[in-house]
């Protein structure tokens, strides 16, 4: 990316690629929620990338960093926020900690 992404020429990050960042560093490389927030945080604030719907993507990166839900869950709840969703309905009971999200009833 350093070679070929510029901020006259800049990469494009879709934000499902981002979760799934967050998901392959955080579950099967094993760092810390911290190491992962950075590393999202130095992509979105890098000027040679785009990131698609930024404004969603940094704020499941505040969420992230503040709670203990999965940063997917954030990326799902901003998103229907976003949408005109009131609540997001989740069976994960750290995400229906989230002012966004209310748990599944059982």
């Given at each position: 990316?350093?070679?070929?992404?510029?901020?006259?020429?800049?990469?494009?990050?879709?934000?499902?690629?981002?979760?799934?960042?967050?998901?392959?560093?955080?579950?099967?490389?094993?760092?810390?929620?911290s190491v992962?927030?950075?590393?999202?945080?130095?992509?979105?604030?890098?000027?040679?990338?785009?990131?698609?719907?930024?404004?969603?993507?940094?704020?499941?990166?505040?969420?992230?960093?503040?709670?203990?839900?999965?940063?997917?869950?954030?990326?799902?709840?901003?998103?229907?926020?976003?949408?005109?969703?009131?609540?997001?309905?989740?069976?994960?009971?750290?995400?229906?900690?989230h002012?966004?999200?209310?748990?599944?009833?059982?």
């Amino acid at each position: 990316m350093e070679t070929s992404c510029s901020p006259d020429e800049p990469g494009y990050i879709s934000l499902i690629v981002l979760v799934e960042l967050a998901w392959v560093l955080g579950g099967a490389y094993k760092y810390d929620r911290s190491v992962v927030a950075s590393v999202i945080r130095q992509l979105l604030q890098t000027d040679s990338l785009v990131m698609e719907n930024a404004r969603i993507a940094w704020s499941a990166l505040r969420s992230f960093e503040e709670n203990s839900a999965d940063f997917a869950d954030y990326v799902i709840g901003q998103g229907n926020v976003d949408a005109g969703c009131s609540r997001t309905y989740t069976f994960d009971a750290k995400a229906a900690r989230h002012k966004d999200f209310e748990a599944v009833p059982r």
